[in-house]
């Protein structure tokens, strides 16, 4: 069974930056997007940031200009390099791969932003 594992997670002060990434470990094949998802206690999950096959992106309003999502296609690992980080990302942070047959998740990666 082909997982996905993050990594990057952490304590960091608000300001601050972090750079998670999801690597596979196994093959898989068909992947036409690659996003981060992020849920804070007590909220819905939701969406931080998808990157396509093509390159094309797209982020949540409160992340933009702040994050930003990158893959590296042959390694089929996408990263999500997040700077300026505020409380309000605190979050368990989780990335996804949606292929032509399924959605592959990972585990989560905690991310807590605090003085």
């Known amino acids: 069974q082909v997982q996905l594992v993050e990594s990057g997670g952490g304590l960091v002060q608000p300001g601050g930056s972090l750079r998670l990434s999801c690597a596979t470990s196994?093959?898989?094949?068909?992947?036409?997007?690659m996003g981060w998802y992020r849920q804070a206690p007590g909220k819905q999950r939701e969406l931080v940031a998808r990157?396509?096959?093509?390159?094309?992106?797209n982020y949540v309003d409160s992340v933009k200009g702040r994050f930003t999502i990158s893959r590296d296609k042959a390694k089929n690992t996408v990263y999500l390099q997040m700077n300026s980080l505020k409380p309000e990302d605190t979050a368990v942070y989780c990335c996804?791969?949606?292929?032509?047959?399924?959605?592959?998740w990972g585990q989560g990666t905690q991310v807590t932003v605090s003085s």
């Open positions: 196994g093959s898989i094949f068909g992947v036409y997007a």
């Open positions: 990157i396509t096959s093509g390159g094309s992106s």
């Open positions: 996804n791969f949606e292929t032509t047959s399924r959605a592959y």
